[in-house]
């Protein structure tokens, strides 16, 4: 993040493994991203209590931890959109004063691990998502060609993967990709995970500045509904390890462009 957000004319190389990352995996790892290692240590910590505290002190633990994920989205999302050749502030208008999500995982041990699943294979719904593990205890996997891959979390780092909306917003440029959590036999597992949505006024739908940035123009390979609209079709979407349930609702098939029903 540290050359990202430095000199324009010197982040070049930082910025094409940033788009190689969100167009060709959909999934990576962000270090040097300014969040205070003290910081992210007290979360850590305080996350091992969470689920004995009260609401109140669930609240205090989040606000601060909170803003500050929030100023690395808005730095992600605006370096995606130069990538996507579209202006820095493109994307950052749309998730400008956007909803916020947070969930802390915590997965038991179980001494038949081989037989159950800790999440269901899916993709986020969401636009970006930033997960921090809180301790060192394996389980986050992606699926890539047919096989599941375990990611390796680097310390201090945030996991970060392309969501749906964002999928939908670059046109299929990047894609959100299938990620499911399993269980440990011996250990708990506890993890972060932040999701970030546009503002309740953005039409999710390909962004028309994608769609004409050549002469001849491109199709959009995706619907365009409003977020109220998007957010109701997506309740309907069930968690059952089918896959991307959503991102094939909003997909336009190749028959419909050609008028066919």
């Excluded at 969040?35 to 007290?42: D, E, Q, S, W, Y």
């Excluded at 970006?128 to 060192?136: C, D, G, H, I, K």
């Excluded at 959100?176 to 250990?187: F, L, Q, T």
Aim: aromatic residues 6%; hydrophobic residues 35%.
């Amino acid at each position: 993040m540290s050359k990202l957000v430095s000199d324009s004319h010197a982040d070049g190389d930082e910025l094409a493994k940033l788009h190689s990352a969100c167009r060709d995996w959909g999934f990576f790892q962000v270090i040097n991203h300014g969040v205070a290692n003290t910081m992210m240590m007290k979360m850590n910590a305080d996350i091992q209590e969470f689920f004995n505290q009260s609401l109140h002190e669930k609240m205090a633990t989040l606000d601060q931890y909170s803003t500050e994920l929030e100023k690395l989205t808005s730095s992600l999302l605006s370096s995606m959109a130069r990538n996507l050749g579209l202006e820095p502030g493109k994307l950052l208008s749309l998730f400008k004063e956007g909803m916020q999500g947070m969930r802390m995982n915590y997965y038991p041990p179980c001494k038949q691990a081989t037989k159950v699943i800790g999440l269901a294979p899916h993709s986020d719904a969401t636009g970006l998502t930033l997960l921090a593990q809180v301790n060192e205890v394996q389980g986050l996997q992606i699926k890539r060609d047919g096989k599941w891959i375990p990611i390796d979390p680097i310390p201090g780092a945030f996991i970060v993967n392309v969501g749906d909306i964002i999928e939908i917003m670059s046109n299929g440029e990047y894609k959100s990709i299938e990620h499911r959590a399993v269980v440990n036999p011996e250990k708990e597992r506890l993890s972060i995970a932040t999701f970030h949505s546009p503002n309740f006024s953005a039409t999710i739908g390909p962004l028309s500045n994608l769609l004409t940035k050549d002469k001849k123009g491109q199709a959009p390979n995706y619907k365009s509904i409003s977020h109220e609209d998007y957010l109701k079709l997506g309740a309907k979407i069930k968690l059952d390890g089918k896959g991307k349930g959503l991102i094939h609702q909003m997909k336009i098939q190749p028959e419909a462009l050609n008028g066919e029903k």
